[in-house]
């Protein structure tokens, strides 16, 4: 009878469990996995969101890779990714400096992560203004040290270096932060051997410091080259053509372009499914790479 009683029990908790659960299953179908399954077959038709959609196979994807304007996006989003071993380099460097316990240090927190919290667009449209060619504050500064200015948000050569400083300063908040957070993990016991043995400031940082911050930094690598590759409103914002001949234009501005300018939305869910398929590809290789490097 006890165990009877119990599986009676266990049968309550699990309906109870799954009335819990099922609303959360239900969001997840209707506004997940249906949509995303949906756009799979869209990007197999011929669709301007007007009218019927018709199935053409794979010829999206056909045309898409014997498009010009994609692959310009596409190696744009590769030279985007350069910005993340710059930020990270920075980040730490930072980090290591604020876990000296410098006075006020706190203040210098806030505002380190005080663009993480603020608002994207107004972000975008502060920094749009600083690289203005005529009063611009960043060619003001130049111009007091003699350099000339320069024509950052209309000259290929460097609108793309202009909105990787702009993705740099935005995410030092978030990366800087995990790393003070993980140098607050390594035992002191480990300096003090080291600084026992004589080991300087470099050697502590190369032998222990660094080694035992890859785990975090294999972990903003992961988080960063996914959000990199997904960039799209500082572009969108600074330069609403996609830069001149097309040097700013990311694989998302590229989606966006063609479904909402274009209304070609077969067109864009097959560059939308391709991206997600780098996306993938790449995270499993940085999954597998990570055994060679990352120190648990």
């Known amino acids: 009878m006890a165990t009877q009683g119990l599986s009676r029990l266990n049968r309550k908790e699990k309906w109870i469990a799954f009335i819990f659960i099922f609303p959360l299953v239900l969001q ?9 399954i949906y756009s799979f077959y869209i990007s197999m038709t011929d669709w301007n969101i007007f009218g019927t959609a018709t199935f053409i196979g ?3 994807y056909i045309n898409m890779i014997q498009n010009d304007r994609f692959w310009r996006a596409m190696g744009n989003t590769a030279f985007y990714l350069l910005g993340i071993p710059i ?3 920075i980040s730490m460097v930072l980090a290591v400096w604020m876990n000296r316990g410098i006075p006020g240090i706190t203040i210098f927190r806030f505002l380190i992560y005080l663009p993480v919290v603020s608002s994207i667009v107004a972000i975008t449209i502060l920094w749009q203004w600083m690289y203005n060619y005529e009063f ?3 060619n003001h500064l130049l111009n007091s040290v003699g350099i000339n200015s320069v024509n ?3 000259n290929r050569d460097w609108v793309k270096p202009a909105i990787i400083i702009l993705g740099i300063w935005r995410g030092l908040g978030v990366s800087t932060i995990f790393y003070l957070a993980a140098l607050q993990n390594i035992p002191k016991s480990l300096y003090e051997a080291a600084e026992i043995d004589g080991a300087n400031f470099l050697q502590k940082f190369r032998h222990i410091t660094a080694p035992l911050l890859t785990p975090m930094t294999f972990f903003l ?6 959000n990199t590759m997904q960039i799209f409103v500082e572009i969108q914002i600074m330069t609403p053509a996609g830069g001149p001949g097309y040097s700013s234009a990311s694989i998302v501005f590229y989606i966006w372009q063609e479904g909402f300018q274009y209304n070609a939305l077969g067109y864009a869910s097959a560059a939308s ?3 997600g398929l780098m996306i993938f590809v790449i995270t499993i290789f940085n999954f597998a790479m990570q055994k060679k490097w990352v120190h648990q």
Request: proline share 3%; charged share 5%.
């Open 87 to 89: 930020g990270l380099a």
């Open 152 to 154: 950052w948000l209309n």
């Open 58 to 60: 794979f010829e999206n």
């Open 221 to 226: 690598i992961v988080t960063g080259v996914i």
């Open 273 to 275: 499914w391709l991206l």
């Open 28 to 36: 997840f179908v209707l506004f997940l996995f249906g949509p995303l």
């Open 136 to 138: 611009g504050l960043i």
